[in-house]
Structure formats: C-alpha cells, structure tokens
C-alpha cells in the first residue's frame, strides 16, 4: 500500500463521506452550491467528499480540507457507462486535484468497445500514482477490480445494472461479501438513507460510507417526506366516517 493510500485510509477510516452532486436538471446545480454543500457537510463531521465534474472538484477542494472523491459523469451514446467511462474523464478528474478516482468498474463495454482491463492498463501508464475506486454491482465484478489493481471498491452500481439485484435499501449482502472476499478496502455506497444503515455498513467491516441523496438533494428528501405524508392521508381518509 502506497504512502497516499495509507493516509488516505487513515483520514477515512470509519466515517462518512458525502457525496455533493446535482445534475444539470437539479435546482442545486451551479452557482457555486455544490462546494457551500461540502462546508456543511464538512462542519457536520464528514471525513471525505464524492463529487462530480471537475469544476466542482477544483472549488471544493478550495474550500475543504478533506479528501474528494471525483467522479465525471458524461454519457456516451454506444454504453450505459456513464461514470468516468473514458481516460477523457480521469484526465479532468486528476487535473481538478480529487485524491481519488472513482469509476464504473462493472464488466459492461465503455465507449468504443473498450474494455475495463484496457481502460485501467492506459491510466496507470498514463497516471501511476492515482488512487483509484472501483463502482461494482457484484461480488464478481468487485473480485475482477482488486485484481485489476483497484485500491478501493465501492458497492456503487448495486441495482443500475440489468444483472444485479435492483435493491430499494442498502444492499448488505453485498456489502457483506465484497469485505469478505475482496482483497482491497471496501466503501459502502448506494440507497443509504439513514444513520442506522450506515452504521451497519461500518459494522459489516467497510472502512466508509458514502451517503448522498439522504443528505444532499432537498427535492428528494422533501419528496420521501411528502410521499409518506400522502400514504398516511389516505389511510385517514379511508378510514374517515
């Protein structure tokens, strides 16, 4: 384990990170939100950030002294991969500054036909000392990236590919797994909604957890909250003399 893994580790080991992402089409977008987003999550106690697009990537780590996590998330019209599919992406990832690169690492083609194998051969020749996390969706998957020379895996695409489990909750079997048959520090991530869920991430023997929706994207959290308000409603209604 290299100097940079080990103190990466070290910074994170048993806390959260949290994930400051909105898409184009999210009220949060731009506007210098995303790294406001990371100082509160920062005051909150968080020890690490995943965010998107190298822009976000550069601010945040202006404002934060914590380690990112910097993902690019670009579609390509040949491949459901989507997130850092192509050296064109980990190149913007690594010049932003992010101390990891996180990726889809499922057994899914990137653009082009290219494959994950040919995909991490050109980073490593291209960028040797970067930390890089693998995104699965299985245990294989997760088994194929340690291989590969991944530094971390993460449960990430558990549910969004078409051959893995489309869970609603964490997915603790997984998780569970992964820490037990992967030869490289596991990160809990994907559907993890409460501090309880996270804590038994953290019991299962993942070394972090990354939580972002729960934590920040209002629309959805309004969104579960008006939902169960709705299902209650109903229930009184029909229950309604």
């Known amino acids: 384990m ?38 509160a999550a920062a005051a909150g106690g968080a020890v690490g950030i995943r965010a998107n697009g190298a822009e976000d990537i550069r ?18 019209a040949d491949t459901l991969v989507y997130i850092t599919p192509t050296m064109r992406e980990v190149a913007e990832v690594v010049t932003a500054g992010a101390d990891v690169v996180s990726m889809d690492a499922t057994s899914r ?10 995909l991490v051969q050109q980073i490593r020749n291209q960028f040797p000392d970067v930390i890089l996390m693998a995104d699965v969706s299985t245990l294989e998957e997760g088994i194929e990236a340690a291989g590969l020379g991944f530094d971390l ?30 030869d ?18 953290i019991e299962l023997g ?19 909250f008006v939902d169960r308000i709705k299902q209650v409603q ?6 309604a003399p």
């Open 234 to 239: 109903e229930s009184v209604n029909q229950s």
């Open 2 to 39: 290299s100097h940079g893994m080990d103190r990466l580790i070290e910074r994170v080991r048993g806390g959260l990170i949290v994930s400051c992402q909105a898409l184009d089409d999210e009220p949060l977008h731009g506007a210098n939100i995303m790294p406001r987003m990371a100082v």
């Open 59 to 76: 601010q945040i780590k202006t404002e934060v002294d914590l380690p990112v996590v910097g993902i690019v998330k670009r579609t390509y």
């Open 184 to 201: 490289v520090p596991v990160i809990a991530e994907g559907h993890i909604s409460t501090p309880e869920e996270a804590a038994r991430c």
């Open 109 to 118: 083609l990137r653009p082009n036909g290219l494959t994950l194998p040919k």
């Open 206 to 224: 993942c070394i972090s957890v990354v939580v972002g929706s729960a934590i920040t994207r209002p629309q959805v959290i309004t969104r579960n």
């Open 153 to 182: 895996v993460a449960s990430t695409m558990s549910g969004y590919t078409q051959y893995s489990k489309n869970f609603s909750n964490p997915n603790f079997d997984l998780i569970e797994s992964l820490v037990r048959h992967v």
